[in-house]
C-alpha cells in the first residue's frame, strides 16, 4: 500500500486530537475562519485554475465555484461550529447494577473519518472543521476538478494548525488519481468510517467496494406535491426558491407533483420559473394546462427518464395526480429518501404525509433548500444521510462521534 505511511500518519495524529482541550480546538477554529477570509485571493486564485477546465454550462460548475462571498460563507460556518457545545464525553445512558459495577455509556470521536467527494472544494473547509471539534482526524480525496482549490485550501488549513503545534496530519488531502480512492477504501487498518459525497454512481462505487464501513450521502431526488388544499402564493414561492435558489445543489426540487384539482393553478405557480430560465418536462396534463401560459421554448413533455432524475440544474418535471396517495405512491418510486415536500392547509393531509414517506426530512409548506446543517443549527455539515443506520439527515458534530462504555468498581470479581 503506497499510502500506509499516509494513514498511519493519520491514525497517530487523531489519537493526539483526542487528548486535547476544547478551548484550543475551538481557538484553532476561530483563527482558522479568519484566515479563510485572509486568504481569500489565494483560495480563488486555485478555484479559477478549477474553473478555466470545466464549461460553465457543466451543471457541477456552480459548485466548483468560490467567490468571496461563499468563502465568507464558509468562515461563518466553522465560528458557528467552534461556538458549538462539544459533542464528545455526553453521557448517553447510566446505570449501576446490584453489585455495584457503575456503566457509562458516554460519546468518544470515530477516529479517522475518510471523505470523498467531487467538485465541491467547500467540503475540505468543512469536513475539517466539523472533524477537529469532533477530535477525528480526516483524510481527503476530492476530485481532479478540483484539486487546486482543495490543495490551497488544505494548505490554509494546515499553516494555522503548524502556529499551534498541532500535527498537520489530522487533515491529509489525498493525491486526485484513482488509485488513491482504491487505496482508501482498503485502508481497514487506519480509517474508521468513508463518506462519500457526491452523484449517484460515485456513491455506489464507494458501497460497492469498500472494505471500511460506509456511511452513504445520497443524492437529492427532491419532489413538492401541491395537494387538493395547498395555499398557491405559498406554493409558488417554494416552488421558486426550492428550484432556482441553487440549481446544482442536492436539496433542489426535481420534480412537481400536483393534485389533479389544481392544474387551474399550475400556470400561476410555475411562472415565476420563466424567468429563471427553467425548462420544464411536464406529463400529459400538466402540459396541457400550461402549454398557452409557460414559454414554448423552456416546455417539453414528459418521458420516463424525467422522473427519478436529479438534474442539478435549471430542469425539473412535472407529475399529476388524483389525490396525495397518487402523490406518495410517485415519491416512493422516485424518491432518493433525501427531503420531500408537501404544500397544503390541511392538518390532516400533512400528517398522513409527514407519517408516510421515507424520506431523511419531510417539509410541510418549507422550501427542500432549508435540507442544510447550518440551516437546522448544526453549523457545517459532513453530508445529508440518506440511509438508516447511525445517521440520517443533515451530519453534524453529534452524527461525527461513536460511543464507548466505561466501567468502574472497588473490587468487583465475576463468580
Known sequence: MELKSTFEAALAASRKLNLMDQHTINRVLVELADEAEKQTERVIAANAR???????????????????????????????????????GRVLDETVRPNGMKITKVSVPFGVIGIIYEARPNVSFDVFSLCFKSANACVLKGGTDAHESNTAIVGVIREVLTRFDIDPACVTLLPADRSATAELLAAVDYVDVIIPRGSQSLINYVRDNSRVPVIETGAGICH???????????????????????????????????????????????????????????????????????????????????????FLSLKMSIKTVPDIYGAMDHVARYSSRHSEAIVTENRAMAAVYERSVDAACIYVNVSTAFTDGAQFGFGAEIGISTQKLHARGPMALAELTSYKFLIEGDGQVRE
Open 224 to 310: 413538492t406535491y401541491f395537494d387538493a388544499e395547498g395555499d398557491r402564493e405559498k406554493g409558488r414561492a417554494i416552488v421558486f426558491n426550492s428550484k432556482t435558489r441553487r440549481p446544482s445543489v442536492c436539496n433542489t426540487l426535481d420534480c412537481l407533483v400536483i393534485h389533479e384539482s389544481r392544474l387551474p393553478d399550475l400556470s400561476f405557480i410555475c411562472a415565476p420559473l420563466a424567468g429563471k430560465e427553467v425548462v420544464i418536462y411536464a406529463d400529459e396534463q400538466s402540459y396541457t394546462a400550461l402549454k398557452e401560459q409557460y414559454p414554448a421554448h423552456l416546455l417539453e413533455q414528459a418521458t420516463p427518464e424525467s422522473y427519478g432524475t436529479e
Open 50 to 88: 478549477d474553473l478555466a477546465k470545466m464549461s460553465p454550462d457543466d451543471p457541477m460548475y456552480d459548485r466548483l465555484m468560490l467567490t468571496p462571498e461563499r468563502i465568507a460563507g464558509i468562515a461563518s460556518d466553522i465560528r458557528q461550529v467552534a461556538a458549538l457545545p462539544s459533542p464528545l
